[in-house]
């Protein structure tokens, strides 16, 4: 593992856009150590007036719909097209069992991982709820501030993932393929909320016509859904990532997006709610860890689990004992 640098040569380097202390910034806040953690959340501080300047999108997509391809060819278009950079998070989806993740974005983004104005960062989700890292939102600050204007986060596409990835960026994109109708209405009623825009890919060859007819489909479906308090009406197009056919129209209408909620004052306001909700979220998940690290609870918790899995104990009861342990012991150590 590399050894820790001071905090001043990860701003420096952070913010002279060196991708490998970014890198090695990011490997910081990851860490579980409190070390890592008192010396992460200095950096943070110290770098967040750098941050907040990029367009946050968030990617997430029906299995098989080609999101890495989709990126990859995005991002190109930003770097070559606009002459612009690119950060890509994704959350490669860890193991249940073994904790491991594939980590293979890098290989299936080949042109986008050669390129010096784009930085591609997968992260495992170790389990986190919501498919994306549990520093994603971190990383992305990480990333404004060594001045990487568009970042896309990509979604493992899992259980509430979807919600996750929407609190964190500006814009969210679902990919899907061409089918519409029993796909769309299996879908939760609550990804497609959310949604600012859909694609619907891989509309090329013969399965362009059947692409435009899905796309079709699809806005009328949206249009039943109650309208955005923010003004914005979610859009449907096509693409094909593999041509690259759409792609520019469909970084357009991310373009118009923040326009209009920049404009109304939308974006400001979904950012700072998004900032709360994420401390919140992260004081939920520190008291859930000093709880389980107690050692009236650790030492109680593995006797009172194997009672409630038995049947001998009720969940309420056995929960009110391990709080209750915690709480003595918490007003035991202040007395």
Request: hydrophobic content about 40%; overall charge neutral.
């Amino acid at each position: 593992m590399p050894r820790r640098l001071p905090l001043q040569r990860y701003k420096e380097g952070v913010l002279g856009g060196d991708r490998t202390i970014l890198a090695r910034a990011i490997t910081l806040i990851e860490s579980h150590l409190p070390s890592d953690g008192e010396l992460a959340a200095r950096l943070l501080d110290d770098l967040l007036p750098h941050t907040g300047q990029s367009l946050r999108v968030g990617i997430t997509g029906v299995p098989g719909a080609g999101k890495s391809t989709f990126i990859d060819t995005l991002g190109m278009h930003l770097i070559r097209d606009r002459g612009e950079n690119v950060a890509v998070l994704s959350v490669d989806p860890s193991s249940p069992i073994s904790g491991g993740s594939i980590l293979g974005d890098k290989t299936r983004m080949e042109r986008l991982s050669a390129e010096e104005r784009a930085f591609i960062r997968p992260s495992p989700s170790q389990g986190h709820l919501g498919g994306v890292a549990r520093r994603t939102r971190e990383t992305i600050l990480l990333c404004e501030a060594a001045g990487y204007r568009n970042i896309l986060v990509e979604t493992v596409g899992v259980g509430q993932s979807e919600t996750a990835a929407r609190s964190m960026t500006d814009f969210f994109l679902l990919l899907m393929l061409a089918g519409a109708g029993d796909e769309l209405q299996g879908m939760k009623r609550g990804i497609i909320e959310m949604l600012d825009g859909m694609a619907i890919n891989k509309a090329d060859g013969d399965n362009k016509a059947k692409a435009e007819r899905a796309r079709i489909e699809y806005s009328s479906a949206l249009h039943l859904f109650p309208a955005s308090p923010d003004g914005w009406t979610p859009q449907v197009l096509t693409c094909s990532a593999l041509s690259g056919e759409g792609i520019p129209e469909i970084w357009e209408m991310v373009l118009a997006h923040r326009d209009l909620l920049a404009g109304n004052g939308f974006l400001a306001q979904r950012r700072r709610s998004q900032a709360l909700q994420w401390m919140d979220e992260l004081t939920m998940l520190g008291i859930e860890e000093l709880f389980r690290r107690h050692p009236a609870v650790a030492g109680r918790l593995p006797i009172v689990r194997e009672e409630v899995r038995r049947g001998r104990m009720s969940a309420f009861a056995a929960s009110r004992e391990l709080l209750g342990l915690f709480h003595f012991g918490t007003e035991h150590t202040k007395l």
